[in-house]
């Protein structure tokens, strides 16, 4: 008899982390009926120091469900995601982070759902708890919505039949592989949705954060991989406009002012800052927004520091 397709492949992929893999695995544990079928687990060890094996083993024997692979050498981060990309098995694929760690149910709850619907995008919104799941028709609204959040890998769930029309390969040195896989996802899918379900534990790792150029990260290769999208008439321009005012005014404009005009030391250190004017400049340069949004922080800033003395 034919095994039947799993609903979703959850791909971890991890280097070292040996701690934070085991509250996965505990957590997996709390439901291990679904990876029997449901459930893919595929973990991609990117030849950790760590004895993650040993880890493997031990929770395997407990009979959880483990597809386990070690790559034979380090090949970065972004080859390790497109490993995992092409190891999914499931309808759906679910990129998760090895230090975001699910809450008791969501992993239940995320089936059924999946089980129940035909979505070609799902988005994890972390921030609201109503557990209701809002359907989305249009790529641009969904994208608007969802805006520079489609960067956190996560958060992100797309249809694993999506993943023969990307070729990761072309965005390797991006710092944001995940993001062409996700928006195939969108734009293939008839239907999309937002899920709204605050869905990962507290304690994952801040210090893996930084250490980039920020604007060109964000900025420049972002919105070259949505433009794309334009690119390939998957997308209108409407679209792609509605996205890039977006992302300035829901996370872009708060660097400008912590990098740029309050020049943040904390922020400065995290992140490269090299030719951000110019960047800028390159995309919203021509947009009322930015230079509104500049000139009132820069009052701002000048009225505090007057009134503070």
């Given at each position: 008899?034919?095994?039947?397709?799993?609903?979703?492949?959850?791909?971890?992929?991890?280097?070292?982390?040996?701690?934070?893999?085991?509250?996965?695995?505990?957590?997996?544990?709390?439901?291990?009926?679904?990876?029997?079928?449901?459930?893919?687990?595929?973990?991609?060890?990117?030849?950790?120091n760590d004895d993650l094996q040993s880890l493997i083993n031990e929770y395997s024997n407990k009979?959880?469900?483990?597809?386990?692979?070690?790559?034979?050498?380090?090949?970065?981060?972004?080859?390790?995601?497109?490993?995992?990309?092409?190891?999914?098995?499931?309808?759906?694929?679910?990129?998760?982070?090895?230090?975001?760690?699910?809450?008791?149910?969501?992993?239940?709850?995320?089936?059924?759902?999946?089980?129940?619907?035909?979505?070609?995008?799902?988005?994890?919104?972390?921030?609201?708890?109503?557990?209701?799941?809002?359907?989305?028709?249009?790529?641009?609204?969904?994208?608007?919505?969802?805006?520079?959040?489609?960067?956190?890998?996560?958060?992100?769930?797309?249809?694993?039949?999506?993943?023969?029309?990307?070729?990761?390969?072309?965005?390797?040195?991006?710092?944001?592989?995940?993001?062409?896989?996700?928006?195939?996802?969108?734009?293939?899918?008839?239907?999309?949705?937002?899920?709204?379900?605050?869905?990962?534990?507290?304690?994952?790792?801040?210090?893996?954060?930084?250490?980039?150029?920020f604007f060109k990260v964000f900025v420049d290769n972002l919105l070259a991989i949505v433009y794309?999208?334009?690119?390939?008439?998957?997308?209108?321009?409407?679209?792609?406009?509605?996205?890039?005012?977006?992302?300035?005014?829901?996370?872009?404009?708060?660097?400008?002012?912590?990098?740029?005009?309050?020049?943040?030391?904390?922020?400065?250190?995290?992140?490269?800052?090299?030719?951000?004017?110019?960047?800028?400049?390159?995309?919203?340069?021509?947009?009322?927004?930015?230079?509104?949004w500049t000139l009132r922080t820069v009052a701002s800033r000048i009225y505090h520091k007057i009134?503070?003395?």
């Amino acid at each position: 008899m034919e095994n039947k397709q799993p609903i979703l492949s959850i791909c971890i992929p991890i280097y070292n982390r040996i701690a934070f893999l085991k509250r996965h695995l505990e957590q997996f544990m709390k439901c291990r009926e679904l990876f029997d079928e449901k459930v893919h687990l595929f973990i991609s060890d990117n030849c950790s120091n760590d004895d993650l094996q040993s880890l493997i083993n031990e929770y395997s024997n407990k009979g959880l469900n483990i597809d386990y692979s070690r790559n034979t050498e380090n090949i970065g981060p972004d080859g390790n995601f497109i490993k995992c990309f092409n190891s999914a098995k499931g309808k759906y694929i679910w990129l998760l982070g090895s230090d975001d760690i699910p809450v008791d149910g969501f992993v239940e709850r995320l089936v059924d759902i999946l089980e129940n619907h035909d979505y070609g995008y799902l988005f994890l919104e972390n921030f609201c708890d109503d557990k209701q799941v809002i359907e989305y028709d249009d790529a641009g609204d969904i994208l608007q919505k969802i805006n520079v959040w489609i960067t956190f890998m996560s958060a992100n769930i797309f249809k694993t039949e999506f993943v023969k029309n990307v070729r990761g390969e072309d965005y390797m040195g991006t710092y944001l592989i995940q993001v062409p896989y996700f928006l195939e996802g969108i734009v293939a899918g008839q239907t999309n949705a937002v899920i709204n379900y605050t869905w990962i534990q507290d304690g994952n790792d801040a210090a893996n954060n930084g250490g980039y150029n920020f604007f060109k990260v964000f900025v420049d290769n972002l919105l070259a991989i949505v433009y794309k999208k334009v690119e390939n008439h998957q997308l209108n321009n409407d679209c792609f406009e509605r996205f890039k005012k977006s992302i300035y005014c829901n996370f872009i404009r708060s660097y400008v002012d912590g990098i740029l005009i309050r020049r943040d030391k904390e922020m400065r250190q995290n992140f490269d800052s090299k030719d951000s004017l110019k960047i800028l400049m390159k995309h919203y340069g021509c947009e009322p927004y930015f230079y509104l949004w500049t000139l009132r922080t820069v009052a701002s800033r000048i009225y505090h520091k007057i009134k503070c003395g």
